[in-house]
């Protein structure tokens, strides 16, 4: 399972979806509905991924948390 840091403020749905720079997602080579962890702080959540591409391009990845 994949790990990395979140930004929970970094959203546009809501702090329970964090959006994940294009950048970032493409560098881990996460898919849609992978599940994976995720750390922010000294919080640890699972999460799955989501990608939608009728939100504005720098939100179309996000994280849904468990």
Do not use: R
């Amino acid at each position: 399972m994949k790990e990395f840091e979140i930004d929970c403020m970094f959203n546009l749905l809501g702090p329970s979806k964090p959006a994940l720079p294009k950048e970032q997602a493409l560098n881990l080579n996460l898919k849609p509905g992978e599940t994976v962890k995720v750390f922010q702080d000294d919080f640890t959540w699972t999460g799955t991924i989501k990608y939608d591409e009728n939100l504005p391009p720098m939100y179309q990845w996000y994280v849904e948390l468990d």
